[in-house]
């Protein structure tokens, strides 16, 4: 049996909803863990005294329930084995696998006693069609790929690597889980990570979309890929590969911004990409044209690009953005005036504006990130993350924090 890593803060997550009356949804991009936080938590169960006969926990991509393809097979096998006596804990891995499936989980709910958890590696799961079958009796739990100090777990460091050293390893190869079986073997690493992509392109997105077009799919990846958290449109991606020949050749039409935005739904559906919208801050508003694009793995954006530290300042915004939505923030880029912040981050009870850069030693560099938020008239938290390390920590209230530091909080 392979062996089990601890996913903390996720399993965390699973058992304070553990025996509540609502479905809890695993999601996240392939490979980042979702199998195994599952395994964990069946493990978790039976330390806690739950007798294995009351654990039903399927992988349905498994040739071992080849048979059960409908929910109607599925409600059949699952309800002659639930327990009549005693709750009965219902675990499916990659449910997506069975047509309806939605249908034969509200039957559970309705007809048993059970706690049900599943897992799946496509958004469309929580589309309208499950959103009006269980009417909100669902938790989402989105899983990401590993965050640094996660990483840092994982892997086993010599003594004398420091934790920039670490960091600069992270940045490179990203968060896959399964890169631990290669020690960061670069080769090794990169066919792995074309393997996952491939799974996710080939059939999760292509063969489940149906009329996309590999071709297209491919060049806007790579586009979103060398702009991650630069502001872009669809209509504006569209231009910039017609611009420079992408689709001069061959039948392939050059993409119309609504073509361009169905593929980004498709990668986002896929957990590849997230896209994040624009908030007014001085007229408290949403803003309906413009959107930044952070992927999910930067061993992915690497792989395909190579990697370049020329934009070390946009892959180190593509991190926090990613560790705030760990941390349960709501994220948006803010506008002030014709200025950016690049996040605002807010709870219900909370709310918070971030900058990013590589370095603030420099004057220009340091007046452009904290101008915005000198802007900003609220008493809200002003923090500003950089790789320096600063006897400065701070600058009229608004904090100098050191972006490995932060991470590791």
């Not at 599925?74 to 675990?91: C, E, F, G, M, N």
């Not at 589309?127 to 899983?143: H, K, Q």
């Not at 008239?377 to 500003?384: A, F, G, L, R």
């Not at 490995?404 to 909080?409: F, Q, R, V």
Request: net charge negative; hydrophobic share 35%; aromatic share 10%.
């Amino acid at each position: 049996m392979r062996k089990l890593t601890d996913r903390p803060e996720y399993l965390r997550q699973l058992i304070q909803n553990r025996d509540v009356d609502l479905v809890k949804i695993v999601t996240g991009i392939r490979r980042c863990g979702k199998s195994s936080l599952l395994d964990l938590f069946h493990e978790y169960l039976k330390k806690d005294g739950v007798d294995e006969s009351h654990i039903i926990h399927m992988n349905l991509e498994s040739l071992r329930y080849r048979d059960i393809n409908d929910y109607l097979a599925l409600y059949d096998h699952v309800s002659a084995r639930i327990s009549p006596s005693q709750k009965t804990y219902l675990i499916f891995d990659e449910i997506q696998a069975v047509a309806g499936w939605e249908k034969a989980i509200e039957s559970f709910r309705l007809d048993f006693d059970v706690d049900i958890y599943l897992t799946g590696s496509n958004a469309y799961m929580l589309s309208a069609e499950l959103s009006t079958l269980l009417s909100g009796r669902y938790v989402e739990i989105r899983m990401l790929p590993l965050s640094f100090k996660e990483f840092l777990d994982f892997y086993e460091f010599d003594g004398n690597v420091t934790d920039d050293e670490k960091f600069q390893r992270y940045l490179q190869f990203g968060g896959m889980p399964v890169l631990r079986e290669y020690d960061f073997n670069e080769a090794r690493i990169n066919q792995s990570l074309e393997g996952i992509y491939s799974t996710v392109v080939l059939r999760d997105i292509l063969q489940r979309s149906g009329s996309a077009d590999s071709g297209t799919l491919q060049k806007i990846m790579l586009f979103l890929c060398s702009n991650i958290g630069s502001m872009t449109s669809p209509n504006r991606i569209g231009n910039v590969l017609s611009s420079e020949g992408e689709f001069s050749s061959g039948n392939t039409k050059s993409p119309s911004g609504k073509t361009v935005e169905k593929y980004i739904s498709l990668l986002q559906n896929a957990f590849v990409f997230y896209s994040v919208g624009r908030y007014d801050v001085k007229g408290k508003q949403l803003l309906k044209t413009l959107n930044k694009n952070y992927i999910a793995d930067l061993g992915f954006r690497n792989m395909l690009l190579g990697y370049r530290d020329a934009d070390r300042g946009h892959i180190l915004e593509n991190v926090v953005f990613l560790e705030l939505i760990r941390r349960d923030w709501r994220v948006y880029v803010g506008k002030v005036g014709d200025l950016e912040i690049d996040f605002v981050a807010e709870k219900p009870d909370a709310k918070m504006y971030v900058q990013v850069t590589e370095s603030m030693l420099s004057p220009d560099v340091r007046d452009r990130e904290l101008r915005p938020l000198t802007m900003t008239s609220d008493s809200y938290e002003k923090i500003v993350l950089s790789m320096d390390r600063n006897y400065i920590t701070s600058y009229d209230g608004i904090k100098v924090l050191n972006i490995i530091d932060w991470l590791l909080e």
